[in-house]
């Protein structure tokens, strides 16, 4: 191959995946702004369901905080659902490569993704910065707006019906809902006591000061596939 075949062969691989990475990226766009509009209409339904059932402090509450965040709280229960605003492709060990679908058609392998994360509402309330969240899902989206769920009992078929599920409303409401009930039944757990047996007066401080000590729900315990 000339220098000049060279040349010219890698400037089309680059218009190539330069074109589908924006479509992917405007598709994860538009998936984002359908998960927007669900969590807004579960608030409403979430309201209108238990209003008058709960203390109003944890009646659900949805709040936009821009064009690739947004948080969801019910209860004493934070998720923050998370647009990251590259696209990915995955690792050669990953079971997706092992479809049909991306055989096919490699160019389907390139993701946007949006990560759906589980917080103590507290710990952003009292600014506990180092208190832990928790990776509960996330939804990979792909050039021709498939996707699938990798996550807390999510959908057990995951890659085998990338290539067949397209994001819809009632999808994303179904990924949405299941997180947020694994998130609320998911409850706090003491740490075994020998963990926090000892502590600096630097932490003892800090607590005094807006209680600063770490908190997450598993803090000493492993968080596996067959929590809860």
């Not at 944890?58 to 659902?81: M, Q, S, T």
């Not at 589980?118 to 009292?126: I, Q, T, V």
């Not at 009930?181 to 932490?203: N, W």
Request: aromatic share 12%; net charge neutral; with cysteine.
């Amino acid at each position: 191959m000339t220098e000049k075949e060279v040349r010219a062969s890698f400037l089309e691989a680059l218009v190539i995946k330069s074109t589908v990475k924006q479509q992917v990226y405007e598709n994860t766009q538009q998936t984002f702004t359908i998960l927007k509009k669900v969590l807004n209409q579960l608030e409403k339904d979430y309201i209108k369901a238990v209003k008058g059932k709960v203390p109003d402090a944890a009646l659900p509450n949805y709040h936009d905080r821009g064009p690739f965040e947004v948080e969801f709280k019910v209860g004493g229960d934070l998720l923050i659902f998370s647009m990251h605003s590259n696209v990915f492709e995955f690792d050669d060990k990953h079971p997706v490569w092992k479809t049909k679908y991306i055989e096919e058609d490699s160019l389907r392998s390139y993701c946007g993704v949006i990560n759906i994360y589980n917080f103590l509402a507290d710990s952003f309330k009292y600014n506990r910065v180092n208190d832990l969240g928790y990776l509960v899902a996330r939804i990979f989206i792909n050039k021709d707006k498939h996707f699938f769920v990798e996550g807390k009992r999510q959908s057990d078929e995951v890659v085998k019906d990338f290539a067949i599920d397209t994001i819809s409303p009632g999808l994303v409401r179904q990924i949405v809902e299941t997180a947020i009930q694994y998130s609320i039944e998911f409850d706090l757990l003491l740490p075994v006591y020998d963990q926090v047996k000892v502590a600096t007066v630097d932490q003892m401080r800090q607590k005094m000061s807006h209680s600063k000590m770490v908190t997450g729900k598993r803090l000493g315990f492993t968080f596996n596939s067959d929590d809860v």
